[in-house]
């Protein structure tokens, strides 16, 4: 793995914004949905960083956090002809119950077509 996709993978860590306005409860599970994520493009490769609000984060009962967010890749600096998949790289994810939580159970696929989509767990021990 090259020092750039590993600072990359790095930076990503630290570029979960915080979600924190819409949460609705389904099922007893805390949801919160369309805030702010953001990927920053210093050793991404981008020439700019991502935002989006297409996030979705899900809290049950029990306490296991899912965040999931999914950006467009602008066109060109996609991926030329397979997804790219990182994954165990650390991620700060929103936790309803206090502040924010450190997880490496992580996934991020940047596909040839201009998506790519993050997704971080989190499970209490």
């Known amino acids: 793995m090259t020092m750039k996709k590993i600072l990359f993978l790095f930076l990503l860590a630290l570029c979960i914004s915080a979600f924190a306005n819409s949460s609705a409860h389904a099922v007893g599970a805390v949801v919160i949905q369309d805030e702010q994520c953001v990927l920053g493009e210093e050793a991404s490769g ?3 960083g991502l935002i989006t609000r297409n996030t979705v984060t899900t809290e049950t009962p ?23 998949r990182y994954s165990g790289f650390s991620c700060k994810i929103p ?31």
Request: charged share 20%; proline share 11%; aromatic share 6%.
């Open 62 to 84: 029990s306490g296991i956090v899912k965040s999931v967010c999914t950006f467009n890749i602008p066109a060109g600096s996609e991926p030329d002809k397979k997804a790219e």
């Open 46 to 48: 981008l020439t700019a």
């Open 95 to 125: 936790n309803a119950d206090g502040p924010p939580v450190i997880t490496y159970d992580t996934h991020l696929v940047m596909t040839p077509g201009g998506t790519a989509v993050l997704t971080c767990k989190y499970k209490p021990e």
